[in-house]
């Protein structure tokens, strides 16, 4: 077959379809009413679609209830490490500070005995400081 047979064969069906649509239609809907008389005649079809739906919505709300209790079990452990975890700060803060305050009071101890020992030479006392705290005598 040549384009312009092909052409002319399209033009037909189309104008054919264009033509007698309405039969076509017709004939559509009367499938479709019959499909649906058949499905629910005996009620039995809708009935069993209905409690597959009623099922499914019931199981899909127990997952949602599930998952927010899943949820609520997490926080909850979430809160309680969090509150562990800053309780936990607060002490090792508190230890850190006792001992600084004991180092501090112990250095100043230190110190006050070392300025009491050497006052009359100051470059030895600040030699002896310099060794006592770790400083850099200069």
Same mark, same amino acid.
């Given at each position: ?5 092909? &052409?002319? *064969?399209?033009?037909? *069906? ?9 039969? #076509?239609?017709?004939? $559509? ?14 009620? +039995?079809?809708? *009935? #069993?679609?209905?409690?597959?739906? @009623? +099922?499914?919505?019931? &199981?899909?709300? &127990?997952? !949602?209830?599930?998952?927010? *209790? ?7 452990? /979430? ?9 936990? !700060?607060?002490? %090792? ?5 006792? /001992? ?6 112990? +250095? &100043?101890?230190?110190? /006050?005995?070392?300025? @009491?020992? $050497? ?5 030895? %006392? +600040?030699? /002896?400081?310099?060794?006592?705290? $770790?400083?850099?005598? $200069?």
């Amino acid at each position: 077959m040549k384009l312009s047979q092909v &052409q002319f *064969v399209l033009k037909k *069906v189309f104008l054919f379809i264009k033509s007698y649509a309405w039969i #076509a239609l017709i004939i $559509g809907a009367i499938i479709l009413g019959f499909i649906i008389w058949i499905t629910t005649r005996k009620n +039995s079809f809708m *009935v #069993a679609m209905i409690d597959l739906f @009623d +099922s499914k919505t019931a &199981q899909n709300a &127990q997952e !949602i209830e599930t998952l927010n *209790v899943i949820y609520n079990n997490e926080m909850v452990e /979430k809160n309680l490490k969090k509150k562990e975890y800053e309780k936990r !700060i607060l002490e %090792l803060d508190e230890d850190f500070r006792k /001992k600084e305050e004991k180092l501090t009071s112990e +250095s &100043q101890k230190r110190l /006050k005995n070392l300025i @009491d020992e $050497g006052h009359n030479d100051p470059e030895a %006392l +600040s030699r /002896k400081i310099a060794a006592e705290f $770790g400083l850099e005598h $200069g």
